[in-house]
């Protein structure tokens, strides 16, 4: 069998992470009655295949003919999260609290990170409605940040002043020209030369030793 790429291995573990939380819904679901993750009148499977096909970049065959597809992933991806929170509030000993849920489902859960890259499609889609789910309703803004790399520049202090030009960068999963351009913009006006460059990156850090 080939090997897994990136894709197929966050898609592996959402689908381990959504039978995982399998059973603490059920409990949820017996404890209170009811559930707030059936708008769609998916299973949590089924909804979870549903947003899995989005983020392959794929047009899956929309579930609820009442309501445009894109209406059905906004839908799905509630009942997606509601999910996870329901699942995770019927475990004992968890903290429950608005942030501490926003915390664990957007730092931690595979969910989490399969729902940007369904924002991303979203994003290369023409049509209004994809638009907004792109720009803020698949994803809150607040939490973007834990999924876009972040460059940390540690400079060295040196009586010359020295460029910003990039070696390895393609390593670090973020572009050369950003890379470039926060090089150039950060050393332009000062007397350094660069030590490391540390790209703090969703999938683990990486860092280019750079020395002038």
Same mark, same amino acid.
């Given at each position: 069998?080939?090997?897994?790429?990136?894709?197929?291995?966050?898609?592996?573990?959402?689908?381990?992470?959504?039978?995982? #939380?399998?059973?603490?819904?059920?409990?949820?679901?017996?404890?209170?009655?009811r559930t707030t993750a059936d708008t769609t009148?998916?299973?949590?499977?089924?909804?979870?295949? *549903?947003?899995?096909? *989005?983020?392959?970049? +794929? +047009?899956?065959?929309?579930?609820?003919? +009442? $309501?445009?597809?894109?209406?059905?992933?906004?839908?799905?991806?509630?009942?997606?999260?509601?999910y996870y929170n329901e699942s995770v509030t019927?475990?004992?000993?968890?903290?429950?609290?608005?942030?501490?849920?926003?915390?664990? *489902?957007?730092? +931690?859960?595979?969910?989490?990170?399969?729902?940007?890259?369904?924002?991303?499609?979203?994003?290369?889609?023409?049509?209004?409605e994809y638009q907004r789910l792109g720009n803020? #309703?698949?994803?809150?803004?607040?939490? #973007?940040?834990?999924?876009?790399?972040? #460059?940390?520049?540690?400079?060295?202090?040196?009586?010359?002043?020295?460029?910003?030009?990039?070696?390895?960068?393609?390593?670090?999963?973020?572009?050369?020209?950003?890379?470039?351009?926060?090089?150039?913009?950060?050393?332009?006006?000062?007397?350094?030369?660069?030590?490391? $460059?540390?790209?703090?990156?969703?999938?683990?850090?990486?860092?280019?030793?750079?020395?002038?």
């Amino acid at each position: 069998m080939a090997e897994l790429d990136a894709e197929g291995k966050l898609l592996q573990a959402f689908q381990a992470e959504v039978e995982g #939380l399998r059973n603490w819904y059920d409990v949820a679901v017996q404890q209170r009655g009811r559930t707030t993750a059936d708008t769609t009148g998916l299973t949590p499977e089924g909804v979870a295949d *549903f947003i899995a096909a *989005f983020a392959r970049g +794929e +047009e899956p065959e929309n579930p609820l003919s +009442e $309501v445009p597809l894109g209406t059905a992933l906004k839908m799905a991806s509630e009942d997606l999260k509601a999910y996870y929170n329901e699942s995770v509030t019927a475990q004992p000993s968890r903290a429950t609290d608005l942030v501490s849920l926003a915390n664990w *489902f957007w730092g +931690e859960a595979a969910a989490a990170r399969v729902l940007n890259q369904v924002r991303k499609h979203c994003l290369r889609r023409e049509g209004q409605e994809y638009q907004r789910l792109g720009n803020g #309703l698949l994803v809150p803004r607040r939490q #973007l940040h834990r999924f876009e790399a972040q #460059l940390t520049v540690v400079y060295l202090s040196s009586p010359r002043r020295c460029s910003g030009g990039v070696e390895e960068a393609l390593e670090l999963g973020v572009s050369v020209s950003i890379l470039s351009k926060v090089l150039s913009s950060s050393l332009r006006h000062r007397h350094c030369r660069v030590q490391l $460059v540390r790209c703090h990156c969703p999938n683990g850090d990486r860092a280019i030793q750079r020395t002038r």
